[in-house]
């Protein structure tokens, strides 16, 4: 857009924005042009840079969208037999509007099932008011396949059924900026079916509940005798004495 400077003798210029230093408005979000903020005020993530925090590993760079804690940043990781009827619920923080259609868990073994098939499953993601925002729909899952078995997986990973097991959402999901959970439940099967990999805890509390302000237990569960993964969940009646699961957040 020109625009006109005015002299004293009262005549006019127009000048172009390039004489003035200017950029167009067609600049905005434009390949040599300037980032441009969204309705939220933040820079949207198509403006964003592609990979930042650089030369780090981070939950894209092994395949996931976000994840609960980096694995390989935890001390003493163990594995324990998943308690069927119990909710698993780990906090997944979600910095720019993201699209996941599965959530997965950290298998410490897990056979499958065609090996396993009285088991049932459920996923789902809440948001941090206890509203639920995606899940796994109302039928149990009842075909997961065995963990580790990706090609070029390891004989240790193969053979003992370790690794991701991605357990699908009805749709995609767009997650707003804000703190989640991913949530995970063996609805039925045997106690030792499935055996996940976990972060130490020391009983009645766990590391990842540390925080001030508003309360958000990054890891907490619904502890026994569920079905199905309920509309609504409320973390002050949950129970914090539990081995957190690994889990994260991915689009396939």
Request: glycine fraction near 10%; include cysteine; proline fraction near 7%.
């Amino acid at each position: 857009m020109a625009h006109a400077a005015t002299h004293a003798t009262g005549g006019s210029d127009t000048l172009t924005p390039a004489q003035i230093g200017a950029l167009t408005a067609t600049a905005r979000g434009a390949a040599n042009g300037v980032a441009s903020l969204g309705a939220d005020t933040r820079l949207p993530a198509t403006q964003a840079p592609a990979a930042s925090p650089r030369n780090v590993w981070t939950p894209q760079a092994l395949g996931f969208q976000a994840w609960s804690v980096d694995p390989a940043a935890v001390a003493n990781p163990s594995s324990k037999a998943v308690v069927v009827g119990r909710i698993y619920l780990s906090g997944i923080n979600i910095t720019e509007a993201t699209q996941v259609n599965r959530v997965v868990i950290h298998a410490r073994g897990w056979a499958g099932s065609t090996a396993v098939p009285a088991a049932r499953f459920f996923a789902g993601i809440y948001r941090e008011d206890g509203t639920r925002a995606a899940w796994s729909g109302a039928t149990a899952l009842s075909n997961v396949p065995a963990a580790g078995q990706a090609t070029g997986a390891a004989p240790g990973m193969r053979n003992n059924h370790i690794g991701s097991v991605p357990l699908p959402l009805t749709a995609t999901a767009t997650l707003a900026p804000g703190r989640y959970w991913a949530a995970f439940l063996m609805s039925a099967g045997a106690a030792t079916d499935m055996y996940y990999m976990h972060i130490q805890n020391e009983s009645p509390s766990n590391p990842g509940n540390f925080f001030l302000g508003t309360t958000f237990q990054r890891h907490w569960c619904v502890s026994s005798g569920q079905t199905t993964l309920p509309s609504t969940v409320d973390q002050s009646t949950g129970e914090v004495g539990l081995d957190p699961a690994i889990m994260a957040f991915a689009l396939v």
